[in-house]
């Protein structure tokens, strides 16, 4: 039990600092529900099918891959045409994604791989931002 507490509290903080980077308060409040729901369905996923310990009928990538089926109908509602003709909420939609397969790897205990995604995602986020910077300043 302590592991799995463990796991939500971790996914938690890490939807909770992607949707930060996002700037908007309920982008962060969105970016956690669905990191923590993807650990949970990763989670149940994983120990409803150790519980069973039926090989020829346990497939615990069923449940799992439902989170994937499910981001697709919630990132397609972030997508819209602004006034002017652009796209936007692509950035959104796609941290949403990534979001929710780290939440994934937390919940199916991929230690090392999460903390590798982590560190790549913020180490992009912090590259991004500070060429985003240097570029709107030659331009200037």
């Keep these: 039990m ?6 939500l509290v971790l996914s938690t903080f890490v939807g909770l600092a992607i949707g930060l980077i996002h700037k908007d308060k ?20 994983v120990e ?3 519980l069973i310990d039926m090989p020829w009928h346990s497939d615990p990538a069923r449940i799992a891959a439902q989170i994937i089926s499910a981001l697709g109908f919630i ?8 006034d002017n003709k652009k796209v936007k909420g692509l950035s959104q939609s796609a941290g949403l994604w990534y979001t929710a397969i780290i939440g994934m790897l937390i919940g199916a205990s991929l230690s090392s791989l999460t903390w590798a995604v982590l560190i790549f995602v913020f180490l992009f986020y912090i590259t991004t931002m500070n060429i985003a910077k240097i570029l709107k300043n030659l331009i200037k």
């Design 2 to 7: 302590g592991m799995i507490l463990f796991k």
């Design 75 to 82: 990132c397609a509602g972030f997508i819209w045409i602004s």
């Design 26 to 45: 309920n982008a962060s409040r969105v970016f956690t529900l669905i990191c923590v729901g993807a650990t949970l369905a990763t989670i149940i996923s």
């Design 48 to 50: 409803f099918f150790r």
